[in-house]
């Protein structure tokens, strides 16, 4: 898979073809790393425009598709989804004149716009079977403007982003109203994103601006562009992309902290993690022993303290593989829900098309249309609620740390990390904040799927509050990155007291990188910008490349 510019942080292990700055989507193989990497190409980048398309083989489906839409149409039959309105208005059949714009209108709620719900948008229109009809492409098909594939391509280039503000949707889905405005842009309704002027505009002027018409909905249209869990998917990616670089770099900042406070190595022998062989235990496990004292990259701080008294760490120390294993484990698990559901028809009804060997003489597509339940949102809000736990405990254990670190009659450091106490309050209010993100996570981390409320009429009466379970599990990301960074801070300041012992050669790496964005601490000073650039090199993965060459073997 290749880019104009490769440099992301979160990986290139994408399933999909790209060429140059072109992907093409199958709707059978996109991964989160594909995601991610479109989601790189950021507003306002000088990045050229990203074209997004199908594979012929998916434009042949959906085209077949839209036809079994058509014949329905054409034999006035009445079906859900085609020529009816939705929810408790699945009875009411809608002429072909009232029914292009509506559905896309009455669901124009929202609160805050995200760009990889667009892609993940964009995806679904090459199910892999067909099921779910072409949201963009049969647009264009029916209503016979511009060569649909033309129009769809600009329309996913990086020229025109809508804008869907967060809201806090109940929805089966969680989606349908934040979902709304999307489509809403694409009839001229809104704002969209201009790169020229790098702002929110009304749509209509940044389609124009594109040579671009507002598309004109036909039968279905509106429904399927709003129906479906892409909106919770699509944040779903992005906490788990972050969280891959979090629960290695919590794993280096683990070491740094063991190291400061003189902690042994002997608790990541392998055969302890042999002998309760969970795999995320065991890698997390290679991974800090590798980071410390050997013979190959000896420890003076290590070696300084060989024969001390002390028999054994504390749980935050000696556990450390046991607690973060478990976010691996943990993520594994959620990552195969999300592929899966970014590689499924999460639309309702769902079209099912025959081959073309069963075509009817006179050229007819046979197909079923289905009315089913794929858009219920259960399976990714479950999983995200089950992430969001997970990974709290990265900072739970993190900030216990941060207490080892700073008090004195734990550490044998100076208070605070502070060499002037009393006068200086060195990194007291630091911990603070720390604790206070920590207390945050855990009211974050009540299960938003436990929930649900009846909704249009007792029509959708079971829902999964997918929507908030995909928004809290990225807020709780975002927290951790937070008090991992103050994490590192705070174990590197205490390496300044062991001086001029040195630890080993990969930590010292890590160590230098720090200083390099922040000064050691020798008075009290606005803290903010520290704290800053410490969360910025946690989530950029730089910290890991720096040690990526003795974690090769332990990533076997």
Aim: proline residues 4%.
């Amino acid at each position: 898979m290749s880019v104009d510019n490769p440099s992301f942080v979160y990986g290139r292990r994408g399933r999909q073809r790209l060429s140059g700055s072109r992907l093409l989507l199958d709707g059978n193989t996109l991964s989160i790393e594909d995601l991610l990497e479109i989601a790189a190409y950021k507003i306002g980048a000088t990045l050229p425009p990203l074209v997004l398309d199908l594979t012929p083989e998916a434009w042949r489906r959906v085209t077949r598709a839209r036809k079994v839409v058509d014949n329905v149409l054409r034999d006035k039959k009445t079906v859900y989804g085609i020529n009816t309105g939705f929810g408790n208005f699945a009875t009411t059949v809608i002429d072909d004149k009232r029914h292009r714009t509506t559905a896309v209108q009455s669901d124009h709620v929202a609160r805050r716009w995200r760009r990889r719900a667009n892609v993940a948008r964009a995806h679904t229109v090459a199910d892999g079977v067909a099921h779910q009809y072409a949201r963009q492409r049969s647009q264009w098909h029916s209503s016979g403007n511009t060569p649909p594939h033309d129009r769809r391509v600009q329309r996913q280039s990086g020229t025109a982003h809508s804008r869907a503000r967060l809201c806090r949707s109940i929805w089966r889905f969680g989606t349908i109203g934040t979902f709304g405005m999307w489509p809403a842009s694409l009839i001229g309704v809104g704002k969209m994103w201009d790169r020229e002027t790098c702002s929110w505009i009304p749509a209509k002027d940044v389609l124009a601006k594109n040579n671009l018409e507002p598309i004109r909905l036909g039968a279905k249209e509106g429904l399927a562009m709003i129906n479906g869990t892409q909106f919770i998917t699509s944040i779903a990616a992005e906490a788990i992309g972050r969280i891959e670089t979090l629960v290695r770099v919590a794993d280096i900042v683990a070491a740094f902290t063991l190291e400061a406070l003189q902690g042994t190595y002997r608790a990541f022998d392998p055969k302890i993690h042999a002998a309760r062989p969970h795999s995320g235990q065991q890698l997390v496990a290679r991974r800090v022993r590798a980071l410390l004292h050997s013979a190959d990259q000896p420890s003076g701080i290590a070696q300084g303290h060989k024969d001390c008294s002390r028999v054994q760490d504390s749980y935050t120390l000696r556990c450390i593989p046991q607690v973060h294993g478990v976010v691996i484990d943990t993520l594994k698990f959620v990552r195969g829900i999300i592929e899966t559901e970014m590689n499924s028809a999460t639309d309702n009804p769902a079209i099912f098309v025959e081959d073309d060997d069963d075509d009817d003489e006179d050229g007819q597509v046979r197909g079923e249309i289905i009315s089913g339940g794929n858009f219920h949102g259960e399976y990714p809000a479950k999983a995200l609620d089950y992430l969001a736990i997970a990974v709290h405990e990265l900072s739970n254990i993190s900030e216990r740390r941060i207490e080892r670190l700073l008090n004195p009659t734990l550490s044998a450091l100076p208070a605070f990390l502070t060499p002037d106490g009393g006068l200086n309050s060195g990194f007291m209010i630091a911990h603070c904040t720390a604790a206070a993100l920590v207390s945050e996570n855990k009211t974050l981390c009540h299960p938003a799927s436990v929930d649900s409320i009846s909704t249009s009429a007792a029509k959708e009466d079971h829902v999964s509050m997918g929507a908030w379970a995909a928004r809290k599990a990225l807020k709780v990301v975002r927290n951790v990155e937070n008090v991992i960074g103050i994490e590192l801070l705070c174990a590197v300041q205490a390496m300044e007291f062991l001086r001029p012992l040195r630890t080993t050669a990969p930590l010292e790496r890590v160590y230098d990188a720090v200083r390099a964005v922040v000064k050691p601490w020798d008075a009290d000073r606005f803290m903010s910008p520290d704290i800053e650039a410490a969360c910025g090199l946690v989530k950029s993965g730089e910290l890991v490349e720096l040690v990526r060459d003795v974690w090769a073997q332990a990533d076997r």
